[in-house]
Protein backbone atom coordinates (compact mmCIF):
# COMPACT_ATOMS: atom_id res chain seq x y z
CA UNK A 1 0.00 0.00 0.00
CA UNK A 2 2.52 2.60 1.22
CA UNK A 3 4.85 1.88 -2.55
CA UNK A 4 1.53 2.61 -4.44
CA UNK A 5 1.23 6.09 -2.53
CA UNK A 6 4.61 6.81 -2.83
CA UNK A 7 4.93 5.64 -6.78
CA UNK A 8 1.50 8.07 -7.10
CA UNK A 9 3.34 10.33 -5.59
CA UNK A 10 6.66 10.87 -7.37
CA UNK A 11 4.64 10.63 -10.48
CA UNK A 12 1.87 13.37 -9.74
CA UNK A 13 5.39 15.26 -8.38
CA UNK A 14 6.92 14.88 -11.58
CA UNK A 15 4.15 15.85 -14.11
CA UNK A 16 3.38 18.81 -11.97
CA UNK A 17 6.96 20.31 -12.29
CA UNK A 18 6.51 19.52 -15.72
CA UNK A 19 3.48 21.37 -16.63
CA UNK A 20 4.48 24.46 -14.02
CA UNK A 21 7.81 24.58 -16.00
CA UNK A 22 5.89 24.29 -19.53
CA UNK A 23 3.54 27.08 -18.59
CA UNK A 24 6.11 29.59 -17.36
CA UNK A 25 7.21 30.11 -20.90
CA UNK A 26 7.50 33.41 -22.66
CA UNK A 27 4.08 35.26 -23.61
CA UNK A 28 5.04 35.50 -27.64
CA UNK A 29 4.13 31.78 -27.47
CA UNK A 30 0.42 32.01 -27.74
CA UNK A 31 -1.02 30.09 -25.29
CA UNK A 32 1.10 26.88 -26.44
CA UNK A 33 2.79 26.44 -22.64
CA UNK A 34 -1.29 27.40 -21.26
CA UNK A 35 -2.06 24.23 -23.41
CA UNK A 36 0.69 21.99 -22.38
CA UNK A 37 0.22 22.79 -18.74
CA UNK A 38 -3.63 21.52 -18.91
CA UNK A 39 -2.62 18.16 -21.33
CA UNK A 40 0.34 17.44 -18.44
CA UNK A 41 -2.23 18.06 -15.65
CA UNK A 42 -4.93 15.63 -17.24
CA UNK A 43 -2.49 13.15 -17.89
CA UNK A 44 -0.92 13.34 -14.23
CA UNK A 45 -4.58 12.92 -13.09
CA UNK A 46 -5.04 9.96 -15.15
CA UNK A 47 -1.69 7.89 -14.46
CA UNK A 48 -2.40 8.92 -10.56
CA UNK A 49 -5.50 7.27 -10.72
CA UNK A 50 -4.57 4.35 -12.90
CA UNK A 51 -1.91 3.46 -10.64
CA UNK A 52 -3.78 3.80 -7.04
CA UNK A 53 -6.64 1.91 -8.69
CA UNK A 54 -5.02 -1.42 -9.13
CA UNK A 55 -7.10 -4.68 -8.11
CA UNK A 56 -6.73 -4.66 -5.12
CA UNK A 57 -4.10 -6.17 -2.31
CA UNK A 58 -4.45 -10.51 -2.70
CA UNK A 59 -2.30 -12.66 -0.31
CA UNK A 60 0.07 -14.86 -1.71
CA UNK A 61 0.34 -15.68 -5.62
CA UNK A 62 -2.45 -15.35 -8.30
CA UNK A 63 -4.45 -18.39 -8.55
CA UNK A 64 -5.46 -19.60 -11.92
CA UNK A 65 -7.03 -22.88 -11.36
CA UNK A 66 -10.14 -24.05 -10.00
CA UNK A 67 -11.82 -22.50 -7.02
CA UNK A 68 -14.09 -23.83 -4.74
CA UNK A 69 -15.53 -22.90 -1.33
CA UNK A 70 -15.65 -25.60 1.24
CA UNK A 71 -16.60 -26.29 5.14
CA UNK A 72 -13.35 -26.63 6.99
CA UNK A 73 -12.72 -26.83 11.10
CA UNK A 74 -10.91 -23.93 12.61
CA UNK A 75 -9.59 -23.16 16.32
CA UNK A 76 -11.47 -20.44 17.47
CA UNK A 77 -10.02 -19.38 20.80
CA UNK A 78 -12.84 -17.30 21.74
CA UNK A 79 -14.82 -19.99 21.99
CA UNK A 80 -12.18 -22.44 23.17
CA UNK A 81 -13.14 -25.39 20.36
CA UNK A 82 -13.22 -26.08 17.54
CA UNK A 83 -15.55 -24.72 14.73
CA UNK A 84 -16.82 -24.87 11.09
CA UNK A 85 -16.02 -22.16 8.84
CA UNK A 86 -16.19 -21.49 4.85
CA UNK A 87 -12.50 -21.31 3.54
CA UNK A 88 -11.77 -20.47 -0.33
CA UNK A 89 -9.69 -23.65 -1.73
CA UNK A 90 -7.69 -23.56 -4.92
CA UNK A 91 -6.41 -25.75 -6.96
Do not use: D, N
Request: glycine share 14%; hydrophobic share 40%; with cysteine.
Amino acid sequence: MFKKIAVTTLAVATLATASVSATTGSAQAGGKGLALGIIAGATALGVGAAIAHGHGPYYGHPVYGYCEFRKVRVWSPYKGHYVWRTRKICY
